[in-house]
Structure formats: C-alpha cells, structure tokens
C-alpha cells in the first residue's frame, strides 16, 4: 500500500491562493470591475491619509521644456538650424518658468500649508509627468508644499518627474480613474499650453461646469491667451449655435503667473494661507 500523500501540491494550486495574492485572479478580463474599485480606494484612501481635502489641477504639454534641457540643446548646437530649434525652446521653456512661478504662488496663498483639522485646501495636482506638470509641481518643491502626481501607464512608459511628493506620486491603469481623481477635489483648473490630452482634459471639465455636474463651477483659467484663441475657435462655436453666450464666461485667460492667481481668486477660489502675527 503507497504511503500517504503530502498536501504539497495542494499547498501551491493557485486556487488555494488568496484572491488578494493571486496576480492571475486579480488580472482576469471578468475581474476588471474590482480593479476599478481598487484604483479608485488605493488613491482615496492615501489623499485622506494626507489630508488632502481640495486641490488645483494645472493641465499642459508634457514637451515643454526645462531651462536646463534648452542650456544643454545649445550647449550642443552645432549649426544654425540647430540653434533656431533651441531659440524655439528658449520661447516654449518661459512657459515652463510661468507654471513653476505659479506653482509656488498657488502652494503659498492656497492652503497647502495650513491643514484646517488635518485639511488641507488647494494643494497643486498633475499629471506627474515631464514638462508643465513637471514646471508646476517643482514651484511647488521650492516652497517645501506637498503636491500631488497623477501618473498613467503608456504604452511608452512616463517616469514620474522628481518633485512630486512621493506618498502622493500615483500611477493608474485606466484613464477614467485618473480624470475622476483629478476631478473629484478640485477646486479650481489652470490650462498651459498642449496637445490632445491638455484639450481632453480641458474639455471634460468644461463639460462638467457647463452641464452643472460641478454643482459648484470650478474657475478655469486658460494660460496665453493667444496660443487658445488660434488653436479653438470660441467664437465660431458660438456663431454656428453649438454653445451658448454664457458658455464663454466659463472660463478667463492670463499669461502671466500672478494674473492666472488672481484670475482664480476673482473667480471664487477660497484661499487659506497661514495668518501672519
């Protein structure tokens, strides 16, 4: 008679695994749902932990440049087309020092240093990424304010840039989970220059104030009045009746960091910088 088995290899079977250890499970097309949830809970839960009640979100192009990057580019240039690409990032890298200012006003007048019962109101959150994201969370990092980074994963990976707070530096698989977290606490939006994933961002929410989803209407501000009036035609929208006159007051513009502050605050943004004395 054989002697009996050993559980060995029940002990290892992947059904015997818990669901929160089985990366097989918890990857499965039917389980996406729970995915979701948890997405949703693990970002929920550390901004609480934080204390993070309100926030402003700074949308942008992720190719703008740092002045850094533009001294190397013409500490390399060699002939003179390579350096008018590096005067063409000379123009773009002063927005990228318009966001970081900005990023250190709205860390030092918005409340991202005076938790109100652990609160804290009006702390900057990105995307995370290079370019104006990274602009505004290092202004933030200047002034030793948290801020937070909104990361994505892509097909071609987007490291984190360097000044988010770490415990605040998230990275999530599915982009409507993203937009809800950006969304959720905002209390206001500022828009630099971009491409599709700023005017995406934009748009939705547009939408959201337009439609009265934001039951209190976020203050938009849209940064250099020029690059917006020649990349959407507002008015014509307006013309051929696709919104209507008072869909044009749902945002201001400024091109500078203090005017875009200032635009917020005259917008209803509520500020809770420390008292003095």
Partial sequence: MPPPPDNARQLSAASYRLAVEDSEF???DEVRAVRFALEYAKVDLALRDWGIRTTIIVFGSARTPSPERVEAAEAAAQDDASRAAVAALRAKAAMYEQARLFGRIAS????????????RDNVIATGGGPGIMEAVNRGAWEVGAPSIGFNITLAHEQAPNPY????????????????MHLAMRARALVVFPGGFGTLDELFEILTLNQTGKNTSPLPIVLFNEAYWRRIIAFDTLLEEGMIRAEDLALFDFADTAEDAWAALVRRGLSAHAPQKG
């Fill in 108 to 119: 030092q007048r918005g409340g991202a240093f005076a938790p109100r019962n652990r609160w």
């Fill in 26 to 28: 918890l990857l499965r």
């Fill in 164 to 179: 988010t707070t770490p415990e605040l530096t998230f990275r999530f698989h599915y982009f409507a989970m993203r937009k």
